[in-house]
């Protein structure tokens, strides 16, 4: 298992290195280094086997490599598709490579985990909206959304405050360490709503 994920995060490295895009302010490799260290210590606390915590990670370093590929729409099949192109010839069973599809997927807006590893996922993904990351988050997905900077201050925050409000985290470790902070952000949200009228 070990031997997997290491040859994974180097490719993963390597993919987001030679497909490099200044444009991904947001979705680039300090995201998906953020999103597999959370999804490991989230692994921890649930003391997952050995392939279940292969699974989160391999699906943590691929789930977002389809936005170096296709852009942002439909990106969590391309990141599947390189995923299993990739673990084709590894002695990952088909089950196993199954199960990282679904983490991947689980990910896609509105996200609907069907099982923990799922729910691990994507509570790494979206773990910076619990944090003080998520003031310079914000920022940086603004600038790979709105590159010309088309949308108003008010029409953003009135979109960061819907996904807010309709974000969830799945697993009890996230909800008992992160609802607190993401109170937080949303109340600073609102604020800004507030000064912009």
């Given at each position: ?31 998906t280094r953020s999103v597999v ?10 003391k997952l086997s050995a392939v ?50 679904g983490c991947i997927m689980s ?91």
């Open positions: 298992m070990d031997v997997i994920v290491k040859q994974v995060s180097e490719y993963g490295e390597k993919l987001f290195q030679d497909h490099s895009n200044p444009d991904l302010s947001y979705h680039n490799i300090n995201h260290e959370h999804a490991s210590k989230i692994s921890q606390h649930y279940d915590n292969m699974i989160v990670t391999v699906a943590a370093w691929f789930h977002d490599v389809g936005h170096l590929i296709s852009g942002m729409y439909e990106h969590e099949k391309k990141s599947v598709s390189v995923m299993k192109l990739f673990l084709l010839h590894s002695n990952v069973e088909e089950e196993t490579i199954d199960k990282i599809a990910t896609k807006l509105p996200s609907c985990p069907h099982n923990l590893l799922e729910e691990i996922l994507c509570d790494a993904d979206t773990y910076h909206l619990g944090t003080d990351e998520f003031l310079i988050s914000d920022e940086s997905v603004r600038k790979e959304f709105d590159p010309k900077g088309n949308i108003k201050d008010a029409e953003w925050n009135k979109q960061t405050l819907h996904f807010l409000l309709q974000h969830k985290y799945y697993t009890s470790y996230c909800q008992e360490r992160l609802i607190e902070g993401k109170n937080t952000n949303i109340q600073l949200v609102h604020a800004r709503i507030r000064t912009l009228n």
